[in-house]
């Protein structure tokens, strides 16, 4: 069955490091791979999206690579905000829909 | 630029009862999307609209939950006989052309 995961634990790092989270799947074959921020009670955000034919995408201090031999997408936050902190989704495409991993939640402290 | 709305933001009914939930899309997207969240989980798909065609629908969606977009602008979400399991977060998102979706802030259902 198609699977996505994403670290499962809390990520906890101090203002002004590089975040990375992790997205790796299994049994997709996706034509592009997208990055969501989500803050408690509220909708997922756009963030970025990376097709199969790109290695790496760059939007301002965010960072995607797509890796599609090893399944794995990360995702770099570089000179981290306390601003930055919330919860990170990955998202593949399944026919017009979107199947999302658990998300990875990123603390950023001052 | 207005976004996607929602409404009710925050439903709590009781177990038995039904409750509908209302989406407003970006105004120029014909496709809309209903997705579930509950806690510690990503969204997970419901159902998909293009225009007013229901073209799409998740195993998750039972017979007791039934989803309209008449005249392929706002639409509904209905629960009937909702049961304790349903409480989570429903999410509506729209999109245009193309694989971003913009999301809605949601509708939280409890069930007591």
């Known amino acids: 069955s198609q699977k996505i995961e994403q670290n499962s634990e809390a990520l906890n790092i101090q203002e002004g490091k590089t975040a990375t989270l992790t997205c790796n799947y299994t049994?997709?074959?996706?034509?592009?791979l997208q990055w969501y921020r989500q803050d408690p009670g509220r909708g997922p955000v756009f963030l970025l999206l990376?097709?199969?034919?790109?290695k790496e995408k760059r939007k301002e201090r965010l960072k995607v690579t797509f890796d599609t031999t090893l399944k794995q997408s990360l995702f770099h936050i570089t000179a981290s905000q306390p601003a930055d902190s919330a919860t990170y989704l990955c998202a593949l495409d399944s026919g017009y829909a979107l199947n999302f991993g658990k998300g990875t939640s990123l603390l950023v402290t001052p | 630029d207005t976004g996607v709305s929602q409404n009710p933001r925050h439903k709590i009914t009781k177990r038995g009862q039904n409750v509908t939930f209302r989406c407003d899309p970006i105004s120029e997207h014909n496709r809309l999307y209903w997705y579930r969240q509950t806690l510690g989980q990503g969204p997970e798909f419901l159902t998909y609209?293009?225009?007013?065609?229901?073209?799409?629908k998740s195993r998750l969606l039972s017979d007791r939950f039934s989803a309209e977009r008449p005249k392929g602008s706002f639409s509904t979400l209905e629960i009937q006989r909702t049961e304790q399991g349903d409480s989570a977060m429903y999410l509506c998102?729209?999109?245009?052309?193309?694989?971003?979706?913009?999301f809605g802030p949601g509708t939280r259902l409890t069930v007591l």
């Open positions: 049994n997709y074959s996706p034509a592009y």
């Open positions: 609209f293009q225009n007013e065609a229901q073209l799409e």
């Open positions: 998102a729209s999109s245009r052309v193309g694989p971003k979706q913009f």
């Open positions: 990376i097709r199969e034919n790109e």
